[in-house]
Structure formats: C-alpha cells, structure tokens
C-alpha cells in the first residue's frame, strides 16, 4: 500500500482515513488465542458453539494487533511519527468472526503543536473497525507524537 508522508501539519480535526482491512482465519484466531488469550471461545470451535458468541471468536488483543497493523501500513508515517504515549479507550463491541473482512477508518479529533518541543505535535484520535453490514466492532481513542513538516518540504 502506498502511503502519503503526513506531519503534523496534515492531520486536523475532523479528517477522516480508510486505513484498511483484515480478515482473520480460524487458524489465525486459533494460534494467537493459544499463544496470548487461551480462552474456550477462542481457541475450540466446538467449545466456542456452546457460549454466548455462539461459535469461535478472535480476541479482543488480536484485534487491536490487526488493527495496529493498518495503522501501520496505512496511517502511520515512518518519517515523522515519533510513537504514541498511550490510549485512552479501548472498547470492543462486537466480535470479530473467522473469514469476516472488517474495514477500519481514524479520524482526527484534536492536534495541539508542543509547547516545549517545537518541531512536534500531538494528535488524538478514534479508530473505528466495522463488519461487512456497517456494525462497529472495535473503537479505539489514541493518541500520537508527530514531527511538523521541515522547513525545505
């Protein structure tokens, strides 16, 4: 995917950016599960059947993890993003089936230049993963540090 360099400077409130999609195989939801969330639901089909989800599910961290990626892939700037000091909601809605492509936007809610470093700012923002008929599974609001854009750019 071929991303727009993006400083500070092009991230204002109320932009929005499709950043992408992810499906998630059974195997997949499978080998995280029994790697980092080992719960029936995520890790047993047949167990997964007889629980409120009614069938196997990714976990909630598998999703962020996805999700992550597009930001990555998609949003993120390598050349002037300086990471992020946290978030500040996570929700998961919804769950997220096997062999289902769910589609994830940002938008940006404030961007504040740094009083004491003046080469940066930083950018709030709510991440939204949606399922195929437009239901919202995932929202997340997070924070990030970029660079302003260089004098010579």
């Known amino acids: 995917m071929t991303k727009k360099v993006r400083y500070f400077e092009d991230l204002s409130a109320g932009d929005r950016f499709e950043i992408g999609s992810f499906t998630l195989s059974e195997e ?9 969330d080992p719960q029936p639901f995520h890790v047993d089909a047949a167990a997964a059947a007889d629980t409120m ?13 996805s999700v992550m990626r597009l930001m ?27 062999n289902v492509s769910y589609a994830a936007t940002i938008e940006i809610t404030e961007s ?8 940066r700012g930083t950018v709030w923002s709510v991440v939204q993963v949606t399922d195929p008929e437009g239901e919202v599974v995932y929202t997340s609001k997070g924070m990030g540090i970029y660079l302003k854009r260089p004098p010579q750019a």
């Open 72 to 98: 990555v892939d998609g949003f993120i700037s390598v050349e002037s993003s300086l990471g992020s000091p946290g978030m500040d909601e996570l929700r998961w809605l919804r769950p997220v089936r096997p």
């Open 53 to 65: 989800f009614g069938g196997l599910i990714a976990s909630g961290w598998q999703t962020a993890a």
């Open 112 to 119: 504040r230049p740094s009083r004491s470093k003046p080469d």
């Open 28 to 36: 997949e939801i499978i080998s995280f599960a029994e790697r980092y």
